[in-house]
């Protein structure tokens, strides 16, 4: 039997090597490898799930620091009250300048809401969290239960706000202000649905000013993936640029550790990384930090912005696909055009039918992103785009006639010239109407035969495409295969554990018997032995 099982294990792993192996789970993402304590990384499509199971934390309460300001962002936006101007109360401006992140407004200064906003995401003022608080419901608390009232609507379960700029009065184990990474993605999925928070939280520097003119605020957002952090002139701090970032908050408190949240897109994709309580866990950096000039403290506050640029990077190679030009071809990509030639001879032996193609290198790749391989494959064999002068004899093979260019949607994949494929001799002129062929979209005569256009084929960024049918039914055909070859596995195991146990049922009985007959031989033999006393 153990022979038996041994072969069984032998073909499901034959099987497995042959199906493909998803990219998205080809590497694998060492969560143990970030530096903080809490994390998810999500599609904005789905923003609950962890995309690619890549979480650490993610349900457990935590101080989420100035992170929650991009709930009190929304709240403002959502009131359509962005033109009003907000009087700045002593309330609002009573910090320690050295323990917090300002915008720099003064007590009894102007300023609209709108401004007040960048000043609040960029620099992460708390000064322009209250102003804004006090403005729109009146006090910091009454805006603090809109917060409430706000997470409780989107689902955020786990989270509760006692202030409206996320500077906490409590423990890291402790706080009064609380979330989860789960829930702060939640939120973020939803505010980048707004394009007034988008375009804030994306902006790298904001000028402005008090309604009098009188003072005016250069804002620098904190967050590096969009803009590097200036030198001090003693250094250089760590670049973290990263070009398809689009936002989103920063945040550091002593009950927070180093927070950020964050969004990039790519290929109409959008993915978002929550990372809270970086350093909560670094013994050494808790030790230093009071007494840490910047040169030395900047490794620990890049850390946030490289493992979001990490999980980034993953999270997008695992959501796209190289695929050849001859892939597409495989898939329906046209490549071949007919077009008809004016003044033809007369002896044409096609009439003066003329079939025009592309040079296409067909072993080029191209890296196209999965969650867009539908719309491409819906469009492949209406995605060529060509552009094709009146054609008049005499052609030779060879001649360029036009150019094609491939494209779904806004995005092209690549152009090339179209050469002809045969010559065609000139006949006696004729008035007769000439037709030319149309690929996807209306043509209007362009170019003439021999005229010089575009060089070789050129591949630009462009959206996925989806597996072929043939490919999706072998690779269903296999996984049914290998799940019913996993069902009599299982089944045959069972079977072989109900034999075992019968059969050591059945060898307990016998000795239970054998064990029952030698006591009652050994009461017969005491039995005897007293009557023969």
């Given amino acids: 039997m153990r022979k038996n099982v041994v072969a069984f294990l032998l073909v499901i792993a034959f099987i497995l090597v042959l199906l493909p192996t998803p990219s998205a789970r080809a590497d694998?993402?060492?969560?143990?490898?970030?530096?903080?304590?809490?994390?998810?990384?999500v599609n904005a499509d789905d923003p609950t799930t962890a995309l690619y199971g890549i979480e650490k934390?993610?349900?457990?309460?935590?101080?989420?620091g100035s992170t929650i300001k991009i709930l009190t962002c929304m709240l403002a936006i959502e009131s359509d009250r962005l033109d009003e101007v907000a009087t700045v109360s002593d309330n609002a401006v009573n910090f320690n300048k050295k323990y917090n992140s300002l915008m720099g407004i003064e007590a009894g200064e102007k300023w609209t809401v709108k401004d007040l906003l960048y000043g609040l995401m960029l620099p992460s003022g708390n000064d322009a969290a209250i102003a804004i608080a006090e403005q729109l419901a009146g006090s910091?608390?009454?805006?603090?239960?809109?917060?409430?009232?706000?997470?409780?609507?989107?689902g955020m379960a786990s989270s509760h706000f006692?202030?409206?700029h996320g500077k906490d009065d409590g423990k890291a184990d402790n706080p009064k202000n609380y979330s989860t990474a789960r829930d702060m993605a939640?939120?973020?999925?939803?505010a980048l649905q707004n394009e007034t928070f988008r375009q804030i939280v994306s902006t790298t520097t904001y000028t402005c000013s008090d309604t009098s003119g009188q003072h005016t605020i250069t804002l620098q957002n904190t967050n590096r993936l969009l803009i590097d952090a200036e030198s001090d002139g003693t250094y250089t701090p760590i670049s973290c640029l990263y070009p398809d970032a689009i936002g989103v908050k920063t945040g550091d408190t002593n009950s927070a550790g180093?927070?950020?949240?964050?969004?990039?897109?790519?290929?109409?994709?959008?993915?978002?990384?929550?990372?809270l309580g970086?350093?909560?866990?670094?013994?050494?950096?808790?030790?230093?930090?009071?007494?840490?000039?910047?040169?030395?403290k900047d490794p620990y506050n890049a850390q946030r912005f490289q493992d979001a640029i990490a999980l980034f990077d993953y999270g997008f190679k695992?959501?796209?696909?190289?695929?050849?030009?001859?892939?597409?071809?495989d898939m329906g990509m046209p490549v071949s055009f007919p077009v008809q030639v004016q003044n033809a001879a007369k002896n044409d032996p096609e009439g003066g039918l003329l079939t025009v193609s592309p040079k296409l290198d067909y072993t080029q790749q191209i890296q196209l992103m999965k969650p867009f391989m539908d719309k491409l494959t819906e469009n492949i064999t209406t995605m060529a785009e060509t552009k094709i002068g009146t054609l008049v004899a005499p052609i030779n093979e060879g001649d360029v006639v036009g150019t094609v260019e491939y494209k779904v949607g806004d995005s092209k994949l690549f152009t090339s010239n179209l050469y002809a494929n045969r010559s065609v001799k000139e006949g006696i002129l004729s008035s007769e109407p000439v037709s030319t062929a149309q690929v996807g979209t209306d043509q209007q005569p362009q170019v003439s035969a021999g005229a010089q256009l575009l060089g070789a084929a050129s591949t630009l960024t462009g959206e996925p495409v989806k597996e072929s049918n043939t490919k999706k039914i072998i690779l269903i055909v296999l996984i049914v295969l290998l799940a019913l070859a996993a069902i009599a596995f299982v089944v045959f195991l069972i079977v072989a554990r109900i034999r075992r146990e019968r059969r050591r049922k059945a060898r307990a009985a016998a000795r239970r018997k054998k064990k029952m007959q030698q006591e009652r031989i050994a009461r017969q033999r005491a039995a005897e032995l007293d009557r023969d006393r």
């Fill in 318 to 329: 695992q959501m796209s696909q190289l695929l050849t030009v001859q892939d597409l071809v």
């Fill in 140 to 154: 910091t608390k009454a805006f603090a239960a809109k917060m409430n009232e706000k997470a409780a609507e989107l």
């Fill in 258 to 275: 180093k927070c950020f949240v964050a969004a990039a897109s790519r290929g109409g994709v959008t993915l978002i990384a929550v990372l």
């Fill in 57 to 64: 934390n993610a349900d457990a309460k935590c101080s989420t």
């Fill in 162 to 164: 006692t202030t409206v």
């Fill in 28 to 41: 694998g993402f060492d969560v143990s490898s970030l530096h903080e304590r809490y994390a998810i990384l």
């Fill in 186 to 190: 939640l939120l973020t999925a939803w």
């Fill in 278 to 296: 970086g350093t909560l866990d670094d013994a050494d950096y808790l030790a230093r930090s009071a007494n840490m000039n910047a040169k030395t």
